[in-house]
Every structure is written in structure tokens, then in C-alpha cells.
């Protein structure tokens, strides 16, 4: 194997080696360079050398980042709620992979610039591969899934122009009331951290934990920076992107090269189904638009995430990294957050996409740690492994069965309404922060309704950033007169959250209750959450 550049064996062996778990990667031990196909090269220079498929896919979210390896370490044993297997015991170490980005801005883009941060985490745990793919916020800016590319596009270039487009940022905010909580983080200091290793990381979403006795808990998940937070003010994180663009990316990198460990406490917030009412909390414990309150939910520390080795190759491990909520260890669920259940499967199909449907060869995405790897999933571009192993190729047959269905989800029921759909949390969006970016709005329009949202939030803050616009060139009055339909601006009104009876019902109610006797005089509106 010494032709292929090292003496390993395959992924599940390189990875082991790459990630600290096992010994550690040998180097190049071949005695002469050679071409792909094993054809010895003369010359640095040879005109054969020529290699011009050297770059992948780009990522579309998450594209200018790095990450490190490590472990997660258990604190707490938590197999009273769940039967995962990295939380079984005190003491117990599962091997991960950490990656951090800035979320819409292009690979080469600086990471210090004002942004959302990417917080993902790889678990080689013995029943697979389990990836949490976070923030460094505990919520988003929209709970339709149909909304995501429309949020990254917001804070991407112009299409037809290629520049920072400010109108659009500030247009979706204005037109996307739920967004605003999102928005404010953004325009906090929350948006410009010192690095990666100076932020705590969120799950975001609602996740299930299911125990022994198939009972289950919704869950919501908080790594805290033992170091502590820090961050840049809008000034220094300009004047660092300037300075050194690779900043967080640096920073990283020399910490662990130094031999200092960046720690993060993972604690969860938890949640009996009896509790996940929303006529009772009076918001949806699902909308990732929300947080739950601290004092109703408090946080439960599990165990520590801990950052202590460099990626060898930047290529190999951190640019073919492939996350998706969808890769979730039996025990640990899905809730009914729309928008979970729908990045289950687009970040999947993206990286299949991106680096082809066999990237589970790639060392880094490999289950090395899993006690058994038997796909069902055949074929597909470069497919180098067993390849089903001699297994049919359909399911089900009358041959091989090795199913677990001990392994399957547990049922859940959901309301089936939600009474609110308002924010109950404020953050510390500054208002310069805001007026800088929003005087190069260009239209009015933009301006108002956006400073409409903030008034719905709160009064005082709409009018300070509005007292900060240079000649804005409408009136306050115009902000408060477009808050009134704030709440509901662009939204559909046949969409809105309610339990609505079948048309002939309401008929038979609203024309029989006079002759039947004994129905009560029939109402009903159309409201909003």
C-alpha cells in the first residue's frame, strides 16, 4: 500500500491514525514520485505533470472554515434518558471531529467579518457516525424550511453585480418578522466573535432522547467555552479581517500547536412531552426561531468537548468534512421541527453533491469506530469497497436479513396548533451597529419596514436606530404606521397556524344547529399564532 503515499489500509485505518485514536499517520514512504496512474515523473517540470482537478465543490453554507480533532468526555451518566452510547457513563471518550466556519460568506472570505459561525461536531461513536451541525447562536432566522437558501442568499453577493448587496440583508429582515431575533444577534457583538475557540456552539433544534424503556425527552443542546466568550466590536473585526483574514482560522490552529486544549462544557436544556404545549408555554418548543427560558428549562451539564490534535492534510479532512443533522445514532431523535426534518435531508443530498455519494470512503467521514459497516447502499461514483459484500442488491429477500429494529425511531404525537409565533427574548443588538450597515440600504421602502420589525420588538430601539440614520428621508411616523401589519407582513393568510374544520363541516354546523336543538351557536375566526 506504500504506493497510495502512506501504510495504511484503507479509510477506517487512515482516519483512526489522522484523528489521534490510533498511533499516528506515517509519511510519504514511496521511493519515487509518481502520476495518478503509478507512471514515475522526471521532472518537477515535465509538461505531464499538469494537474488541474485539484479543487472540489465549494461548500454553498459553511465554506470558509477549519476544524481539529478531539473527543467528547461524559460527566454525567445520562442513560436514565437515553440509550446512546457516548453518554452511557461517567468517564466514557468517544473520538470527534470539529468544524467551525463563517456561514455565507465564500471560502476565501475573511473570518472575522460580521457573519453567523458554523459549529459542527463529527461523533465516531460504536454505532456510527452521529453529527450535531450548529451555531454559535441558539437559534435561526427562519422555521420554514422553504426560506433557507432564500436566508443565505440574503447575505450573499448580488447576482448581478457581484458586490455585498445590504439592500437584500435588510429586505428579508424587514419582510420576515420571525427573522428579527436572528437578525439581533447578528448585529450584536455575537456576530463578530474572536475566533472559534472564543464562542460557545448551539444545537439550535429540538432533538429527542430516547431511554431503555422507549420513553423519551426533547432536548436542547449548549456547549459553553470553559475559556469564556470573547469578541471583536464592529471597529476591531474590521480592522482583523484587514490585518489577517485566516484570523479565527489561525488562532485555531496555534492553540492546539502550542498544546493548549480548547474546551467547551456540553450541557442540555430537557423537556417532558407533557411539557411541550405551546397553549401552556406560550410559544412552539419546535420553532428554532425560539429559545426556551433558562429559569423554566435550566441547563444540565453531560460532558466536555475537547479540541487536542491538528488536521495533517487540510484537504483530506477538513474541506471532504461532511456534516448532516440527518446522521443521528439510534436513541437520539428527530423532533417535529419543520426545519430540522428538512436539513435531515438536503445537507445529506449537498454533499453527495459536492464530493459524490460515496464520501463515507473518504477517512474522515468513515464510522471507523462502529462495530459493524454493512451498507445497503450500493454503486455510485469511485465505489471501492466491498460493495454490499456479496449481499442481494434489493430488500427485502428471502437471503440475508440483518435489520435492527430495535434500532427505529419512537412514535411521538404533536399538537396540532400553536398559539404563538412572537419572540419572548430580546438580545443586545447595538444600534450603531445596525445604522452603519442600514444607511447603505438603498431604498426606502427596505428602511421602514425593517425599523417596523424592530418597533414591534421594541419602541425605544426602532427610534434610536432611527435617530442614527443620516438623512433617512422619511418620517418615524411612516415606521410606526407599517408596525401595525408587521406581524404579519408577507404572510398568507390561508397559511396561517390554526385548526380549521372541513368546509361542509362548518356548513352543517352554521345551517343545522337552529333545527337540531341542541348545537351551540356556531363561531369561528381566522387568526394568526
Not at 99 to 127: C, L, M, Q, W
Not at 238 to 259: F, M, N, T
Not at 332 to 361: K, T
Not at 394 to 403: A, D, G, L, R, T
Request: aromatic share 14%; glycine share 6%; net charge neutral.
Amino acid at each position: 500500500m506504500s504506493t497510495f503515499m502512506n501504510a495504511n489500509e484503507g479509510p477506517a485505518e487512515i482516519i483512526s491514525k489522522a484523528s489521534g485514536f490510533c498511533g499516528g499517520n506515517m509519511p510519504d514512504n514511496a521511493p519515487y514520485f509518481t502520476s495518478n496512474e503509478g507512471i514515475p515523473w522526471p521532472d518537477a517540470a515535465h509538461s505531464k505533470t499538469t494537474f488541474n482537478r485539484a479543487k472540489t465543490l465549494e461548500r454553498m453554507v459553511y465554506p470558509a472554515g477549519s476544524g481539529a480533532f478531539g473527543y467528547f468526555e461524559c460527566t454525567k451518566d445520562m442513560s436514565e434518558i437515553t440509550k446512546a452510547s457516548l453518554f452511557s457513563h461517567a468517564g466514557k471518550r468517544t473520538p470527534i471531529f470539529a468544524r467551525f466556519s463563517t456561514v455565507t460568506f465564500g471560502k476565501e472570505f475573511p473570518d472575522s467579518r460580521r457573519n453567523p459561525r458554523g459549529f459542527a461536531i463529527k461523533h465516531y461513536t460504536d454505532k456510527g457516525n452521529y453529527d450535531v451541525v450548529g451555531l454559535n447562536w441558539p437559534i435561526f432566522f427562519n422555521r420554514d424550511p422553504m426560506q433557507g437558501p432564500d436566508v443565505v442568499r440574503s447575505q450573499q453577493r448580488n447576482p448581478s453585480n457581484f458586490l455585498l448587496d445590504y439592500n437584500s440583508l435588510f429586505d428579508l429582515l424587514a419582510n420576515t418578522p420571525e427573522a428579527n431575533h436572528a437578525g439581533m444577534m447578528l448585529f450584536s457583538d455575537h456576530g463578530t466573535p474572536d475566533g472559534w475557540i472564543n464562542m460557545n456552539g448551539f444545537g439550535c433544534h429540538t432533538f429527542k432522547w430516547v431511554n431503555s424503556s422507549g420513553n423519551f425527552v426533547y432536548v436542547k443542546y449548549h456547549y459553553i467555552a470553559e475559556h469564556g466568550q470573547k469578541q471583536f466590536s464592529w471597529d476591531e473585526a474590521v480592522k482583523k479581517c484587514g490585518e489577517d483574514p485566516d484570523h479565527s482560522k489561525r488562532q485555531l490552529w496555534s492553540a492546539i500547536e502550542r498544546g493548549e486544549r480548547p474546551t467547551w462544557t456540553f450541557k442540555v436544556q430537557i423537556m417532558e412531552p407533557s411539557q411541550a404545549d405551546p397553549n401552556k408555554l406560550g410559544f412552539d418548543p419546535f420553532d428554532v426561531t425560539k429559545v426556551w427560558p433558562h429559569h423554566s428549562f435550566p441547563l444540565h451539564e453531560v460532558g466536555k468537548l475537547v479540541l487536542n490534535k491538528n488536521p495533517k492534510n487540510y484537504h483530506r479532512d477538513v474541506e471532504q468534512a461532511a456534516f448532516s443533522p440527518g446522521a443521528i445514532v439510534p436513541s437520539i431523535e428527530e423532533s417535529p421541527d419543520s426545519l430540522l426534518q428538512f436539513r435531515m435531508f438536503f445537507y445529506r443530498d449537498a454533499q453527495y453533491h459536492r464530493l459524490g455519494v460515496n464520501l463515507h470512503q473518504v477517512p474522515v467521514n468513515c464510522p471507523f469506530m462502529a462495530k459493524s459497516y454493512s451498507s445497503i447502499n450500493p454503486d455510485g461514483a469511485l465505489r471501492s469497497d466491498a460493495n454490499a459484500g456479496f449481499n442481494p442488491h434489493y430488500y427485502p429477500n428471502s437471503f440475508v436479513n440483518k435489520f435492527r429494529p430495535d434500532a427505529s425511531e419512537t412514535p411521538y404525537q404533536v399538537a396540532n396548533n400553536v398559539v404563538s409565533r412572537q419572540s419572548h427574548f430580546f438580545h443586545e443588538g447595538k444600534m450603531p451597529d445596525i445604522a452603519v450597515v442600514l444607511k447603505l440600504v438603498d431604498h426606502d421602502i427596505i428602511k421602514i419596514s425593517y425599523l417596523a420589525q424592530q418597533y414591534n420588538i421594541s419602541n425605544e430601539y426602532a427610534q434610536g436606530v432611527y435617530a442614527l440614520l443620516p438623512d433617512p428621508g422619511f418620517s418615524f411616523s411612516d415606521v410606526e404606521k407599517m408596525a401595525r401589519g408587521a406581524k404579519t407582513m408577507t404572510k398568507e393568510e390561508r397559511f396561517a397556524p390554526s385548526v380549521r374544520l372541513p368546509v361542509f363541516l362548518l356548513f352543517l354546523l352554521k345551517t343545522s344547529h337552529s333545527s337540531l336543538g341542541f348545537l351551540p351557536e356556531f363561531k369561528y375566526s381566522v387568526r394568526y399564532g
